[in-house]
């Protein structure tokens, strides 16, 4: 709100008076690139002083000018033409200001360097527990991406386990498949042994029946006259073979 303003103001006095250039020239600082740049951080510990108050910017900037006992020659003529003018009036105040300011200074300088180091240790106590937080908060979330990277992998890999899952499928099925082959070749080789088996049989049997049949049939045709003929004619062949074999032992 107060940047329009200025801004319809300039516009408004640019060509009238100087002051109107001014107004432009700060409403160009305000809107700036540079006014909207980040802040940037403090430092965590002041610079140099002397004496405990005076900064040492202002003993370096005058020190080209002026050497060492320039600073204070300035304070001790500043200090001078206040009292001299009656600028700055000596009073009970200022004795009860100078009591304090020695009872601040003596504080300082007496319990200064304890309350320093107490406040440094409880800092140091709260910088150690926010970084074990930050690691411990660091440790989790690196555990967690690399959870994620797993995961990330194992999805990566389905596609391997899919496949390894469809070829065990189809090894299975061809398992079946070749078992249910061989049951049917030894089912059906077993029938044909059967039929073959049972051929044989019927062979064997009508072979004994026929062997049987023309031992009955030689049997019953022989007579008595000729069993006897025949028994002798074997006994009459046995001596005639007794002496051969006797004759040829002789000799």
């Known amino acids: 709100m107060l940047s329009r303003l200025v801004l319809v103001s300039a516009n408004a006095a640019k060509n009238s008076s100087p002051l109107g250039a001014g107004l432009v020239q700060l409403s160009r600082l305000h809107t700036s690139p540079n006014s909207q ?9 002041g610079g140099k002083t002397r004496h405990g108050i005076f900064p040492e910017e202002l003993f370096q900037l005058l020190y080209p000018k002026t050497g060492v006992t320039g600073p204070y020659m300035l304070g001790a003529g500043l200090l001078t033409y206040f ?32 309350v320093a180091a107490f406040a440094d240790k409880l800092n140091e106590e709260k910088l150690q527990k926010a970084e074990e937080v930050k690691a411990l908060a660091v440790a989790s979330l690196a555990q967690a991406i690399e959870d ?80 006897k003929t025949s028994i002798a004619k074997c006994i009459t062949d ?5 002496k051969i074999q006797q004759a040829k032992a002789t000799v």
């Open 83 to 114: 009292l001299s003018k009656e600028i700055y009036i000596i009073n009970h105040e200022t004795i009860s200001a100078a009591c304090m300011a020695t009872v601040i200074i003596y504080s300082v300088k007496r319990f200064g360097p304890d």
């Open 238 to 242: 046995l001596k005639s073979l007794a």
């Open 37 to 45: 740049a980040p802040v940037p951080p403090l430092p965590e510990k």
């Open 148 to 227: 994620e990277k797993k995961e990330q992998w194992g999805v990566e890999g389905q596609h391997l386990l899919f496949d390894a899952k469809r070829n065990n499928v189809a090894m299975l099925l061809e398992t079946n498949w070749r078992e249910r082959v061989h049951t049917v070749h030894n089912e059906v080789k077993k029938r044909l042994d059967y039929q073959i088996a049972l051929q044989s049989l019927h062979r064997r049997m009508e072979q004994e029946h026929m062997v049987s049949w023309v031992e009955k049939n030689v049997v019953s045709s022989i007579t008595p006259q000729q069993e």
